[in-house]
């Protein structure tokens, strides 16, 4: 079975071009103020105009209210809702609300962090990715990695991805160790937070078409 991406925290025309080009299977817009990539509704719509049928457009939310997801969904043409920092009756909301599939980023950096996999509620897919530090201004975003050797063997009770760290020289040990099928990139293909690269993304498309 292969391996799929998704390039996360795309802002220009080119770069998620160059996402698409590479055979990215999800495309990423970030809706959280705090964070460099973040997208105004304008610039959303005219990336996601340039989304094809076959990639799914995933919106990154950090616990947000009603009116941010209303406004992503209708600018994004979202496909999925990834949420950071959401509780499960919270997401069991949202996705009843905009009818779509939920993705929950579990942040990890122990085995211990795992136990929140085994009772999930209201998601459709598992986002394991690297928990940030204490205080830290993003919940992801940041180019940390965790462990996967935590994951090797591990039971994941729904379909789930990989994110936190990775980029194009690792994600083959990556997906070596985890068994992952769907990886998350942002800051691995970026020049400065926020700055994405055609080349960097051309890279890490080519490394998971070869995982
Ligand atoms: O990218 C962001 O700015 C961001 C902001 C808020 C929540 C999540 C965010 N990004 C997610 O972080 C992971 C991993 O990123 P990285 O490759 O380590 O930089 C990915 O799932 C992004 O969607």
């Not at 049928?53 to 406004?71: Q, T």
């Not at 969904?73 to 496909?79: C, P, Y």
């Amino acid at each position: 079975m292969s391996v799929t991406a998704k390039i996360c925290g795309l802002s220009t025309p080119e770069t998620l071009d160059a996402a698409v080009r590479g055979g990215a299977s999800h495309v990423g817009f970030v809706f959280f103020a705090p964070s460099p990539r973040n997208l105004g509704f304008d610039r959303a719509a005219g990336l996601a105009a340039r989304v094809p049928g076959h990639v799914g457009r995933v919106g990154v939310f950090v616990d947000p209210d009603n009116a941010l997801v209303e406004a992503a969904v209708a600018a994004g043409r979202l496909d999925v809702l990834q949420l950071h920092k959401t509780c499960a009756a919270r997401r069991a909301d949202l996705r009843a609300r905009f009818g779509l599939p939920v993705w929950a980023a579990i942040p990890v950096q122990k085995r211990a962090d795992l136990a929140a996999a085994g009772h999930i509620e209201a998601a459709d897919r598992i986002l394991y990715d690297a928990k940030t530090p204490e205080g830290a201004a993003l919940p992801g975003g940041m180019g940390l990695r965790f462990d996967w050797r935590l994951l090797e063997g591990f039971a994941h009770p729904l379909p789930w991805a990989l994110s936190g760290g990775l980029d194009a020289g690792n994600v083959a040990e990556a997906v070596r160790i985890t068994g992952v099928r769907l990886v998350d990139v942002s800051s691995g293909v970026e020049t400065a937070p926020g700055v994405k690269d055609v080349d960097k993304i051309a890279a890490f498309c080519k490394a998971v078409s070869q995982c």
